[in-house]
């Protein structure tokens, strides 16, 4: 056998050479095995106390979600594909919505955190599922990119259903992505501004970053041939993913939120994207805090300041 399949049969696990030329669900493979691979190691580290106040809060935005009376809409994307979201009305008749984008192995359902305090504010809610996550009737997990084209059909959708209204965007890890990626298509005026929580510059750097801190194994040779079969059968490479090109076409106003203890999707990411785009932009760290965990550890300094730079666009 060559060294070099020797490499590929021995990382840590991940997969194996013929899986990388045979599994046309790489991209979802490659990051599945790296996220669980990560909370294995993370619980380990750190068992979730259910008492903290992180949790508290957040156990406290889940549980408001599932009292809700919401709506399970189907739509049909671009591509004739059924696209799932969750939407709760505001408790008054208004124009105003944010659609809540969700992370890598979390579901609509697990925004209650922070759709309980838009809704608070008298948002409607739209809560997507992003490709293979909860109900999406897709099987392939692309990190944003392909869900960029769905986020368009979702905004398209309200517009065409609701009028003239004004549409939020707000996402956390690969949602902060996928809202990241969607600015920089050519979006209708009623999209206002952009919430983007701690979400990677592209996803080659990501798996770049999580092969080094989870594995401890050079990103080379596995990214390579896996970047190979994803523009194959998925019809894009992982460099091609990439928020900061999105982001220098992006006009929509945005403000970049990110815990300065991440190290999942690295706090140095914040600046790469903050640098490249081309709008009208503001930046938030938040001390102390861990990956998608901003706004729980510092609720205040959290929301005080997305509200103020939500309220400049959409009045």
């Known amino acids: 056998m060559k060294k070099s399949a020797k490499v590929l049969l ?60 919401y709506d399970h809409i189907v739509i049909k994307n671009a591509k004739n594909k059924p696209i799932h979201a969750y939407v709760v009305k505001a408790k008054e008749p208004t124009d ?103 979400g990677y510059s592209s996803v080659w ?20 041939p896996s970047t190979v079969v994803s523009k194959v059968v998925n019809g894009y490479g992982f460099r091609e993913a990439s928020c900061v090109n999105q982001l220098k076409k992006s006009v929509t106003p945005t403000i970049f939120i990110h815990g300065e203890e991440d190290v999942f999707v690295p706090y140095r990411m914040m600046d790469l994207n903050y640098n490249a785009a081309a709008c009208e932009k503001e930046k938030l760290s938040v001390p102390d805090a861990e990956h998608a965990e901003a706004h729980l550890v510092h609720p205040e300094l959290y929301w005080s300041n997305t509200f103020r730079f939500i309220d400049k666009y959409v009045k």
């Not at 903290?52 to 957040?58: D, F, I």
């Not at 939020?168 to 992505?177: D, I, K, P």
């Not at 750097?205 to 390579?224: A, G, S, V």
């Open 96 to 198: 105003k919505w944010v659609i809540c984008v969700h992370g890598y192995t979390s579901e609509p359902k697990r925004m209650g955190s922070y759709a309980l305090h838009h809704h608070n504010r008298g948002y409607n809610i739209l809560l997507p599922a992003l490709r293979g996550h909860n109900v999406s009737e897709q099987h392939n997990i692309t990190m944003g990119w392909l869900d960029r084209l769905d986020m368009l059909d979702w905004i398209n959708y309200l517009i065409k259903t609701y009028g003239d209204i004004s549409i939020v965007l707000h996402g956390v890890s690969m949602g902060a992505a996928t809202v990241m990626m969607t600015t920089g298509e050519k979006l209708p005026e009623n999209v206002k501004c952009c919430v983007a929580d701690c």
């Open 205 to 224: 750097d990501e798996f770049k970053n999580e092969m080094k801190q989870t594995y401890h194994t050079p990103p080379l040779p596995i990214l390579i």
């Open 10 to 69: 021995g990382t840590a696990g991940v997969f194996t050479g013929i899986g990388i030329a045979m599994n046309a669900c790489v991209l979802t493979r490659l990051s599945k095995t790296i996220s669980d691979k990560k909370c294995e190691l993370e619980e380990k580290k750190n068992p979730t106390d259910p008492n903290s106040p992180v949790a508290l809060l957040e156990a406290e935005g889940d549980a408001w979600l599932e009292k809700q009376d």
